[in-house]
T-cell receptor
Framework: GDSVTQMEGPVTLSEEAFLTINCTYT??????LFWYVQYPGEGLQLLLK?????DKGSNKGFEATYRKETTSFHLEKGSVQVSDSAVYFC??????????FGRGTSLIVHP | EAGVAQSPRYKIIEKRQSVAFWCNPISGHATLYWYQQILGQGPKLLIQ????????DSQLPKDRFSAERLKGVDSTLKIQPAKLEDSAVYLC???????????????FGPGTRLTVT
């Protein structure tokens, strides 16, 4: 079946550091790919998405590019802030439209 | 626009008891999802509805879990009887429509935290 694998956390960074959270997927067909974020005490919300190969999703300074050849959708941000501290989930819609989520990566940003 | 509503927010029950969760999706959203999120893991889809029909329930433990969406709007998820391993956050989400090219964002509710003792 479909699966999503994310790098284990927590990822701990200083403010203004560069962030990468790796995500790879296996899926039948041509899935859409998503990054969701869960801030402390809040529900999941969509951060960005990409619907086809080579698409780049971006929002709030975060970016991720849909790489079909490496089946990856890595999340990046050039300069993180303390307010970016949260849990980040990579997800795939799957070729059969059944959503699949990764385990989540906790990001902790220190001032 | 009102978000996805869920109740209760917290529930503590003993094993072998039953429990029900309620979800009201965003108005006009045809697709509704129930997820189970165990601590430290990502959400796992339990069941997916399109209007009042089931799209997928392959990961729903049907011997103890049931869900319905009778009028294609709000939904109820039930567990009977509960086991210790059912302790988790139960998330409800909705999206506009599930079509041939499903690109719709899912909107999540705040979740119900269930503790089974």
């Amino acid at each position: 079946g479909d699966s999503v694998t994310q790098m284990e956390g927590p990822v701990t960074l200083s403010e203004e550091a560069f962030l990468t959270i790796n995500c790879t997927y296996t899926a039948t067909g041509y899935p859409s790919l998503f990054w969701y974020v869960q801030y402390p005490g809040e529900g999941l919300q969509l951060l960005l998405k990409a619907t086809k190969a080579d698409d780049k999703g971006s929002n709030k300074g975060f970016e991720a590019t849909y790489r079909k050849e490496t089946t990856s959708f890595h999340l990046e941000k050039g300069s993180v802030q303390v307010s970016d501290s949260a849990v980040y989930f990579c997800a795939s819609s799957g070729g059969s439209y059944i959503p699949t989520f990764g385990r989540g990566t906790s990001l902790i940003v220190h001032p | 626009e009102a978000g996805v509503a869920q109740s209760p927010r917290y529930k503590i029950i003993e094993k072998r008891q039953s429990v029900a969760f309620w979800c009201n999706p965003i108005s006009g959203h045809a697709t509704l999802y129930w997820y189970q999120q165990i601590l430290g893991q990502g959400p796992k889809l339990l069941i997916q509805f399109q209007n009042n029909g089931v799209v997928d329930d392959s990961q729903l433990p049907k011997d103890r879990f049931s869900a319905e969406r009778l009028k294609g709007v709000d939904s109820t998820l039930k567990i009977q009887p509960a086991k210790l391993e059912d302790s988790a956050v139960y998330l409800c989400a909705s999206s506009l429509v599930l079509g041939l090219l499903d690109r719709d964002e899912q909107y999540f509710g705040p979740g119900t935290r269930l503790t089974v003792t």
